[in-house]
Nanobody
Framework: QVQLVESGGGLVQVGGSLRLSCAASRGTIESNAMGWFRQDLGKEREFVAAINWSGKSTFYADSVKGRFTISRDNAKNAVYLQMDSLKPEDTAVYYC?????????????????WGQGTQVTVSS
């Protein structure tokens, strides 16, 4: 059983940057594909970025491509989301998720383990 904990959220101005972290507090994620999703009030949870087990393959939603970067450090049992050039529409609760498989997916229902989320608010 994998337990995930996100951190690094907060309030930032338009154009600013934040770095989210996701650590496995129980279990290991070195063989798992990982993903970041986000959910704003009244909206469905949407895909943001994903990475395969080795970190050599990544995939992004069109809305964040070129601004966000997903990475991982398997030695630290952690995954990161570097968010640059933030916009008000990036405001949401960001969730880290782990798959049972090693290849990434953009589909929410392909992920078995979820963190509690961390709030990101971008002010204009």
């Amino acid at each position: 059983q994998v337990q995930l904990v996100e951190s690094g959220g907060g309030l930032v101005q338009v154009g600013g940057s934040l770095r989210l972290s996701c650590a496995a507090s129980r279990g290991t994620i070195e063989s798992n594909a990982m993903g970041w999703f986000r959910q704003d009030l009244g909206k469905e949870r949407e895909f943001v970025a994903a990475i395969n087990w080795s970190g050599k393959s990544t995939f992004y939603a069109d809305s964040v491509k070129g601004r966000f970067t997903i990475s991982r450090d398997n030695a630290k049992n952690a995954v990161y989301l570097q968010m640059d050039s933030l916009k008000p529409e990036d405001t949401a609760v960001y969730y880290c998720a782990a798959r049972e498989e090693s290849d990434f997916s953009a589909r929410r229902n392909r992920y078995s383990y979820w963190g509690q989320g961390t709030q990101v608010t971008v002010s204009s």
